[in-house]
């Protein structure tokens, strides 16, 4: 199958689309992205997560899941992506990360390709796909945040999180059309906190940048967290009513709501197309400054 082909097997597909990025690493993107999986998978909906740390896959190890092949296998042809999907708490599926340092943009024109087809085989399994991207402003991270019709910035109140998260915003916003972010204010002692924390990075945003930021989600510090990520377990199912598994379980309640855009935008086949223009730009810069 031709990229084009498989470009339109998925014009009907209407799949929510969300990449969970950070900026940094350590502002616990993975857990917010698996645990909202999980319970936007308890409130029924099918979803897939795709481990899109391509050099340093974690989403597995979080859970303590055995990986037999990954994305590696799909875009070399010796698996199907069925094939290497491995279940999740709650029934939720994930695809895992390629365990060597390959970046999506250094993918060639035939595993771009493989990519579409892959996914496009898949387009009717799901009503979510969540993206939990690599740390860093890198051009992995901005291709798939560019490609997703959400994009959640996961922050934590330290100076270095608040920049880089600021970082990330001015890089897709000036580069790459991308003007609209859901913020979750991640560990914080209380809801003020929170507040106090989203009100520094628009203090510094709305000053400098053409950008909307949303406080979605204000996530306490809960020891509960450490606890579950010790045992490799979701919190949202080994302590359920904990404060932050609440406030996570109310966060995707409130993206199941986030609108599905009419036009091209709200299809499968938009994010693999905004994905591999993303990253072809990507290249052909790199050309430029060699």
């Not at 009907?12 to 940094?24: F, L, N, P, Y």
């Not at 502002?27 to 936007?40: D, E, F, P, Q, R």
């Not at 990360?97 to 085989?121: K, Y």
């Not at 608040?162 to 972010?181: C, E, H, N, P």
Request: hydrophobic fraction near 45%; aromatic fraction near 4%; proline fraction near 3%.
């Amino acid at each position: 199958m031709d990229q084009a082909s498989g470009l339109r097997r998925m014009k009907q597909s209407k799949i929510k689309v969300i990449a969970v990025t950070g900026g940094k690493g350590g502002v616990g993107k993975t857990n917010v992205s698996l645990n909202m999986a999980i319970a936007m998978a308890q409130q029924g909906k099918r979803v897939l997560v795709l481990d899109a740390d391509l050099g340093l896959a974690n989403v597995d190890v979080m859970l303590g899941l055995r990986v037999q092949k990954n994305l590696s296998h799909v875009l070399d042809g010796t698996a199907e992506l069925r094939d290497i999907l491995i279940e999740g708490p709650a029934g939720i599926k994930i695809v895992p990360a390629t365990s060597g340092t390959r970046s999506m943009v250094e993918l060639s024109e035939r595993e771009h390709a493989s990519l579409i087809q892959a996914f496009s085989d898949l387009q009717h399994d799901f009503d979510v796909l969540i993206i939990d991207t690599a740390a860093g402003i890198g051009n992995t991270v901005v291709s798939f945040a560019r490609a997703s019709q959400d994009v959640i910035v996961v922050v934590c109140d330290e100076p270095t999180s608040i920049t880089d998260a600021y970082a990330l915003m001015k890089v897709l916003s000036r580069d790459q059309g991308v003007f609209k972010f859901k913020v979750v204010a991640n560990m914080v002692r209380n809801l003020r906190d929170g507040q106090v924390l989203f009100n520094k990075l628009t203090k510094v945003t709305d000053r400098f940048l053409d950008v909307a930021i949303e406080l979605s989600a204000i996530i306490p510090f809960d020891e509960n967290l450490r606890l579950a990520v010790r045992k490799q377990k979701a919190m949202v199912m080994a302590h359920p009513k904990s404060p932050a598994s609440l406030a996570i379980k109310a966060l995707a309640k409130k993206a199941l709501d986030w609108p599905i855009p009419a036009q091209a935008g709200g299809h499968m086949e938009f994010f693999l197309e905004q994905l591999i223009t993303s990253a072809d730009n990507a290249n052909k810069q790199d050309v430029a400054n060699e």
